[in-house]
């Protein structure tokens, strides 16, 4: 019986925004509204720390 190389991902990563940028101007939290580390050009969803933690809490697979 052949076994594949990789076991498949039940969790797929959600898309990173991008690299934080080293200065202002920061795209405000989608979530809270706070300065993010992100600029306002990046695209996607971007979020503060904090919500960013929070959010992987919440979308961690638990088994």
Not at 14 to 32: E, K, Q, R
Not at 49 to 54: A, G, H, I, N, T
Request: glycine share 10%.
């Amino acid at each position: 019986m052949d076994k594949p190389d990789e076991t498949p991902s039940y969790c797929p990563a959600p898309a990173a925004p991008g690299d934080p940028v080293a200065g202002p101007p920061y795209a405000d939290c989608l979530a809270c509204g706070k300065p993010t580390e992100y600029g306002v050009a990046t695209p996607g969803v971007v979020l503060c720390p904090v919500c960013e933690w929070q959010d992987a809490e919440r979308t961690a697979c638990s088994g």
